[in-house]
């Protein structure tokens, strides 16, 4: 008679799994909790002190850490040492092995959990057994998912056994989730002791979906999001439209950085391959996406849009009539879904923009390394600034200065962005040199900038974009400053009466 074991904290889907089992001639060790959720279903399984000799000890931390458990797990079925061993230790081998573990993930995200309860939900005898079982899959069928159930069961019904490459298939699936368990209990302790850049980096990601293809159609991809709740398009709803794609990911996921900059305002930002096309504030969300349109009308086309705030139907009016991938936003008017669904393939995504952005690292990947930083999430208010040219900025200005500091921190280096009227008329982004951005994005402006104000996300090193600033009619500047030329472009500001400030911080987004 084979024989499984049998402990579980997740009992989805367990008593027909095991009465499968029981029904095709497997005996059913279990433990705790499982074996009672067995029992009470009127199965009869064996308790785990039965096998062992040796009762539960330590509130149930050890009960299954014993010889006659992992011996009859690992031993080699094809070893005839191995075999003679058990045989006198009165050891039989165990030939299934069926574990999912505490729960430490929900654990550690609930509201106001104790670090003591944390502790507790680090699963030990689980891992162990599941180790054990897959290092032996050549005997051992080893589940830990109980999406494996049906395959399992079937198997086991049309062959009297699982297949060799079905056993491999789930002692990998068992190593990689013994991996990532390990890995939120390191991430969690070490977050704990304070160690920012550990000697060693374990970073864990569920998939959320396979993708149709990656950047282009002949590589593949697939959607992957972190272990904890964060402001994060993985976690936004879709309600309408076609599969995302890999592109639509990093669109959308640049437009919602984009967005949080904007608190507390109505704000609606435009955006194409990575770089924000159009950014309007307004004292609505329709006002808002007028200024986000009108600031670049060709670029948005074919672009991701997100909104802080509902969509009305005056505003889905205006957006149906052009192409767009996606619109995200809180949420949707009931009018505003009717017409925008009548779109086959526009992607409509809802994402709560009011959660807290608890993004502390970015992680980009080089050829066989990961570069680790901080997020950008310096904040730049009126008081931080220092003048450095004869004339002051105006009120006005100061406003439109500070919107477009909140911009340019999002747009590719080089990186230069005209404001006017609280919305952005010129992006110039990701240039070879500085100048050239800025002649982008005054081409992109045309008439409209003058009278316009100008950021830039890096010192200038020679005073010719500021020379061109001034032709165009730009009136005040906001940028770092700490170039070693800094005075020729101050000089430059002064002869033509321009307003200059310094942020003291740079914003390089490559």
Request: glycine share 8%.
């Amino acid at each position: 008679m084979k024989r499984a074991l049998v402990s579980v904290s997740d009992k989805s889907g367990l008593i027909p799994f095991v009465q499968g089992l029981v029904d095709a001639g497997y005996e059913i060790i279990s433990t705790g909790g499982t074996k009672k959720a067995l029992e009470e279903a009127g199965l009869k399984p064996i308790g785990i002190s039965e096998v062992t000799g040796f009762p539960e000890i330590l509130d149930g931390r050890v009960k299954t850490l014993h010889p006659k458990v992992h011996g009859g797990l690992l031993a080699v079925r094809s070893n005839p040492d191995h075999m003679k061993q058990i045989q006198e230790l009165g050891i039989d081998p165990i030939d299934m092995v069926v574990v999912n573990l505490y729960p430490f993930k929900q654990t550690v995200q609930k509201p106001g959990v104790s670090h003591e309860e944390i502790i507790e939900n680090i699963d030990i005898g689980g891992p162990s057994m599941l180790r054990s079982a897959s290092k032996n899959y050549q005997a051992v069928t080893v589940v830990c998912d109980p999406a494996d159930y049906d395959v399992v069961l079937a198997e086991i019904k049309e062959k009297g056994d699982t297949t060799p490459e079905t056993r491999e298939r789930l002692a990998a699936k068992v190593f990689r989730t013994t991996a990532q368990y390990d890995a939120m209990i390191a991430d969690y302790l070490t977050k704990k002791t304070g160690e920012e850049f550990p000697e060693k980096l374990t970073i864990t990601f569920d998939k959320v979906q396979d993708l149709r293809y990656g950047e282009n159609p002949h590589q593949k991809a697939a959607f992957y999001k972190g272990m904890k709740p964060q402001y994060s398009l993985a976690n936004a709803k879709q309600l309408h439209g076609k599969e995302l794609s890999y592109n639509n990911i990093q669109d959308g996921n640049a437009a919602i950085e984009i967005l949080k900059e904007f608190e507390g305002q109505h704000a609606a930002v435009g955006l194409k391959h990575m770089n924000p096309c159009g950014i309007g504030l307004g004292n609505s969300i329709d006002e808002a996406w007028d200024k986000c349109f009108e600031a670049d009308p060709v670029s948005i086309f074919g672009g991701i849009v997100a909104f802080n705030d509902e969509v009305n139907e005056t505003t889905a009016e205006k957006l149906s009539k052009i192409f767009l991938e996606i619109i995200i936003a809180p949420s949707f008017s009931q009018d505003a879904l009717d017409i925008l669904t009548k779109k086959k393939n526009i992607r409509l995504m809802t994402l709560d923009v009011t959660q807290s952005v608890n993004n502390t690292f970015k992680y980009t990947n080089v050829n066989d390394g990961l570069l680790v930083q901080e997020m950008d999430t310096k904040q730049i208010n009126k008081e931080d600034l220092r003048c450095v040219t004869n004339r002051k900025p105006t009120d006005e200005e100061m406003d439109q200065l500070l919107f477009a500091w909140k911009v340019v921190k999002h747009v590719k280096s080089n990186a230069i962005v005209l404001v006017k009227d609280n919305m952005t008329i010129g992006v110039g982004a990701g240039q070879m040199n500085r100048v050239g951005s800025a002649e982008i994005a005054i081409k992109e402006a045309g008439e409209k900038a003058k009278g316009s104000v100008m950021s830039s996300d890096a010192f200038f090193p020679f005073k010719d974009t500021v020379q061109t600033a001034i032709e165009a009619g730009v009136t005040a500047i906001i940028q770092p400053g700490g170039s070693i030329r800094d005075q020729e472009s101050i000089d430059e500001c002064n002869a033509h009466n321009i307003a200059m400030v310094f942020t003291g911080v740079r914003h390089f987004k490559h």
